[in-house]
């Protein structure tokens, strides 16, 4: 009985446990913060639902909601990746007993971080990355002093800005901290805030606009348990920081793109953690440290975009031999020489390799091979020569980028060879390919990207170029001497996003097959000869931002449809014979244009006003047609022409180059725009630099006018040419004002009245041409002016000063200097009269005084009579004794002299 009386309080003890347990598992959340959660839900959108939960009393059953098991005060809101929308109701402030808060990856509409975030001092971790917050970041986060995990990262937001770090100093227990794409610019403390903060491991501050800093400039470092420190995409304009070997547990550092300058110290070897290392596009020079070659650990180095030199052969054995972990090895764009072999062939954990644009040279060793882990290899631009065979890519499985590209290399493979790998993207320009089309290339059905342009190759393209693999998006077979005509089966390439076929043999016409569905962007046919007139089907490509038809034998006007084309960034339809007034619409609907050549064609009419609608137009050839009218005045309206810093101008400069990128930050070029001007009297070719371009090419018609002094806005112009025109009157002095222009052409046209003096102010005037006008006066002096030779102002009579020959008299001093040309005149005419009086006095009174002086004078006249009395007598005898048909060889004299007949065709003298 008392067996049975102490197994029922067991049970019963029990059971009271296990109740207490499971109500204490479902406490009650605490009414106050059941309503502040309520209230909060009611402020905002949940496009996915997720809150729908928000149901019942017990808000501790709510998704993302966490309580305390003692106390059941809310202590975590987890509702990050939720897509939250709306504003954040202050009622939240009431949940008094926060620890952990994540709104991230939501959609607040740029509105500040709200201040009451800094009352809760229970707070550990805080994420508000990725939710579109704006404004201030408020101060008052400095009161969560408990904090550790602080993540207010964006991407393409509004963006945050942080005017200082003084409440980041506060953050003392801070492990995490991730501020990127923020803009810190004014934030100058930010180092030595940061230093404040010992426990921190993670520093991420990459995108933030940071100022510049002197990172050397902390004598003692406290932050030195960090583990990660990525510094990426600011411009410190620093060197390497001296306390770097104090972070000895560092295992990732990335500061590319930081505008470091100096070397790399040899302290850098001892982070022995180190596993990802990022200098790149920085300005560090030398030879990579040998200390370096304690870093075991490492799995990626990128160093690419610097001014490294050394040997990479000599530094690879003593440097790679430890790290066998190394799969990424960045080292392009610097300074370095040397060759492959005895380093490359044993590095097998490979799978990315970027050697490109240094200056190596030598042979590709075959053991490159066996690197049977490499995914991404590239080595183009530099000085590599040699034949590569099917040996050197015998186990290259894994491949699908390959970029040979800019070196002497020769691909001599067989025709049935089949390539171990499935490329993506091919590099093979300036190699030598052909001359005939690798057949190889069938065989890989998933390429996307193939660049053989200058590859030798001759003849007609196979016709399975144009589908043996429906994912291809570029196709570069440029500068080769390909002929045959463009086929109609281009249509089937419907994945295409760029065609470059300049610089060929192709002749006949465009095709008229392209389709809406293409997703051309960039169509290349210049240099060909091409004929007949631009397909309508043209303007059906939606997408398309560069069109190069220039150097053909096009004809007719412009189709209508190309004004469906609104992306459209680059028309160039130079060289052909297309004709017809210049459309207006492409003003109307073209506003995205940045560079339009139409020079040398054989547009008439007036240039439409329209134009004025191009705000973002850098360039414009007209030259060289039958364009009349005057000079329009709509260029203060081109903004993209006016004074624009050079860096906002590269930074929204168009796609004019198109590259893909890879793993590890590697790219593969795909397509390069360029743009051909005539500027400081030659032809030059732009490529990667076009976008500094900016100019207006009028030159070659048949304009009349004066020249606009709006063009005197266009502060940011660099090539102006309206010469070989009609254009009169005078040169505006506005034109003072391009203090950018360093090429200026109005020779042969009309021009007259002085060249302004504002022209001195032209310090970056390189070229200048005022010759054949009507200008005159004095050469205006200047330092740039000083520096033109005759040839910039021949043609100018009224023209003086140097270095012309002719000196300038002063307006003050040519009065003075009629009046005494016109006594000069005066006297000189006055004493010629007094002297051949004198003379004539002088001979009539020697024949007076003198019997001698009249006789001689007398018989020499009679002399001089006779003799001219005789010879005209000889002249009419000899006249009248010429036969008819006697030729005019034959010579007469008089009968008392001795007569000489020579006859014609007769060697017979008859006396």
């Known amino acids: 009985m008392g067996g049975h009386t102490m197994l029922r309080l067991l049970t019963g003890l029990a059971l009271w446990c296990l109740v207490i347990n499971f109500t204490r598992g479902k406490a009650a959340c605490i009414g106050v913060e059941r309503d502040a959660l309520a209230a909060f839900n009611a402020s905002i ?13 017990n808000c501790c059953n709510w998704g993302g909601v966490s309580c305390s098991k003692k106390t059941g005060h809310v202590v975590k809101l987890d509702l990050g990746g939720y897509s939250l929308k709306g504003e954040i109701s202050p009622s939240l402030a009431a949940l008094t007993r926060l620890v952990h808060l994540n709104l991230s990856h939501g959609d607040f509409g740029a509105v500040p971080i709200p201040e009451f975030i800094g009352s ?23 009161n969560l002093s408990r904090l550790v995990y602080l993540d207010l990262g964006s991407f393409g937001g509004p963006g945050i800005t942080v005017n200082n770090f003084r409440w980041v100093s506060k953050l003392t227990s801070l492990r995490y901290l991730d501020l990127s794409w923020l803009y810190l610019a004014a934030s100058v403390d930010w180092l030595q805030a940061v230093n404040m903060l010992p426990s921190l491991q993670v520093l991420r501050l990459n995108d933030a606009s940071l100022p510049a800093t002197d990172l050397t400039s902390l004598s003692q470092v406290n932050f030195t348990s960090l583990t990660l420190l990525n510094l990426k995409n600011n411009d410190l304009n620093s060197s390497m920081p001296n306390w770097i070997d104090k972070l000895s547990a560092l295992s990732e550092l990335d500061m590319t793109s930081c505008g470091l300058s100096g070397m790399i110290p040899d302290d850098l070897g001892k982070l022995t953690s180190l596993m990802f290392i990022g200098l790149g596009d920085n300005k560090l020079t030398g030879a990579i440290p040998t200390s370096a070659s304690r870093l075991c650990n490492l799995v990626q180095i990128s160093l690419s975009g610097n001014i490294l030199s050394g040997d990479i052969a000599e530094a690879a054995k003593s440097l790679f031999p430890c790290m066998k972990r190394l799969q990424i090895l960045e080292l392009s764009g610097n300074k370095l020489t040397g060759n492959l072999s005895g380093w490359l062939e044993v590095m097998s954990g490979l799978r990315i390799l970027d050697l490109s644009a240094n200056s190596l040279s030598g042979v590709v060793p075959h053991g490159i091979g066996n690197l049977s882990n490499l995914t991404y290899l590239d080595i183009s631009f530099n000085r590599f020569k040699g034949t590569l065979s099917e040996l050197h890519f015998a186990n290259l499985s894994r491949l699908d980028t390959l970029d040979l590209a800019s070196n002497s290399f020769e691909i001599v493979v067989k025709q049935s060879w089949m390539p171990p790998f499935q490329l993506i993207n091919l590099g093979l320009h300036d190699c030598l390919v052909g001359p ?59 994945m295409l996003t760029t065609l470059s076929m300049r610089n060929n043999k192709l002749q006949g016409e465009l095709p008229n097959c392209w389709q809406k569905k293409s997703e051309l962007y960039a169509v290349d046919f210049s240099s060909n000869n091409l004929w007949g007139e631009i397909p309508s089907t043209m303007g059906s490509l939606n997408s398309l931002m560069s069109l190069h038809l220039s150097k053909n034998r096009l004809s007719g006007v412009l189709p209508t449809s190309l004004q469906s084309c609104q992306m459209l960034m680059f028309l160039d339809l130079a060289e052909n014979n297309l004709s017809g007034n210049i459309p207006k619409w492409i003003g109307d609907s073209l506003k995205s244009l940045i560079l339009v050549r139409l020079g040398s064609n054989q547009f008439s009419g007036g240039i439409p006003e329209e134009l004025s609608q191009l705000p973002a137009l850098h360039y414009l050839d007209l030259s060289n047609n039958k364009l009349s009218g005057p000079v329009p005045h709509f260029w203060g309206n081109l903004t993209a022409l006016h004074l624009v810093n050079q860096d906002q101008d590269r930074r929204t400069s168009p796609f004019l180059q198109y590259k893909v990128y890879g793993l590890g930050g590697a790219y593969f070029f795909v397509y390069t725009d360029t743009l051909e001007v005539m500027t400081k009297g030659h032809n030059f070719l732009y490529e990667e630099e076009m976008y500094v371009m900016k100019g207006i090419d009028l030159s070659a018609n048949l304009l009349s006018g004066e020249i606009p002094n709006e063009i005197g806005f266009l502060s940011s112009l660099i090539n102006l040419n309206l010469s070989r025109n009609h254009i009169g009157g005078s040169i505006p002095a506005e034109l003072g004002n391009l203090v950018d222009l360093e090429s200026l052409d109005l020779s042969w046209n009309d021009l007259s009245g002085p060249i302004p003096d504002s022209f001195a102010s032209l310090t970056s005037l390189g070229f200048l041409n005022l010759s054949y006008n009507d200008l005159s006066g004095e050469i205006p002096s200047g330092n740039q002016l000083q520096t033109f030779d005759l040839d910039s102002f021949l043609g100018n009579q009224n023209l003086c000063g140097p270095p012309l020959d002719r000196i300038c008299v002063p307006e003050s001093n040519k009065h003075r200097h009629r009046k005494l040309q016109l006594r000069f ?71 008392d002299s001795i007569t000489c007949y020579d006859l014609e065709h007769s060697s017979t003298a008859i006396v």
Not at 48 to 54: A, H, I, T
Not at 456 to 480: C, E, K
């Open 45 to 57: 959108t949940d496009a996915g639902g997720r809150l729908r939960s928000w149901q019942g009393e």
């Open 120 to 142: 809760f001092k229970m707070l550990r971790y805080l994420d508000l990355s990725h939710a579109s917050f704006g404004g201030i970041a408020p101060p008052q986060l400095g």
């Open 436 to 494: 005939e089309f690798p057949t190889w290339l069938q065989s890989q059905t998933i390429i996307e990207m193939t660049d053989l342009g200058s590859a030798g190759i001759r003849g007609p393209l196979p016709d399975w170029i144009w589908n043996f693999s429906l994912s291809m998006t570029s196709l570069n077979v440029s500068t080769n001497n390909i002929t045959g005509m463009l086929p109609a089966s281009l249509e089937q390439l419907t």
């Open 825 to 895: 005149g005066t006297l000189t005419c006055l004493f010629t009269l007094l002297g051949f009086a004198f003379g004539i006095s002088m001979v009539f009174t020697t024949f007076i005084c003198s019997v001698v002086a009249r006789k001689a004078y007398f018989r020499f006249t009679d002399r001089v009579l006779s003799k001219l009395c005789t010879a005209i007598k000889m002249k009419v005898s000899i006249n009248r004794m010429i036969p008819a048909g006697r030729g005019p060889s034959m010579a007469t004299q008089s009968q």
